[in-house]
């Protein structure tokens, strides 16, 4: 993901991290939000840009989100070959909250400040100013971000269904 998200992941202390766990990203996240405005930024799916603002846009390939029950979106699927854009424009730490609780619900499709976007191939992000980047929660650069669908690339062997 680009944005709010990366800035709090890069910017908490190890320190922090490891005595406050997901505490720590809260109080950062917290004190990033005065004053926040989100950027501008040209997302490019399959060579088709779409310039919007959003304070976050993350790029997945599932849906859940890392955090039991919430999920980006019920539409998104590990093995649907394609890439899911999703551009979250919150502007206040209600927003975030109504966010949360959407997800949580499982219904952030029909929140107004989230948008989705689909590639079967590509998507490039790219902002006038660098914007951190962060991969599985872990900072991993800056804007511009490319990402590229690669179709089964991934072998993935499970157990039979009982």
Known sequence: SIGLGALVMRDTEHDAKRQLGLV??????????????PWRFTIDTDGKQSHMRASEIAIV????????????????????????????????????????????????????????????DRVVVNSRRHLPAQGDGEYIGHTPVEV?????????????EK
């Open 24 to 37: 720590a990203y809260i109080l950062q996240g917290l004190g990033k939000l005065f004053g926040f405005q």
């Open 61 to 120: 390939n599932a849906g859940a989100l890392g955090v039991a029950g919430m999920r980006w979106g019920e539409h998104i699927y590990i093995d649907d070959g394609q890439i899911d854009v999703c551009i979250v424009n919150a502007r206040s730490i209600l927003d975030y909250i109504r966010l949360a609780w959407e997800s949580w619900r499982g219904t952030e499709e029909r929140d107004p400040a989230t948008q989705y976007l689909k590639a079967k």
């Open 148 to 160: 590229q669908v690669i179709p089964a690339a991934l072998r993935v062997i499970t157990p039979p």
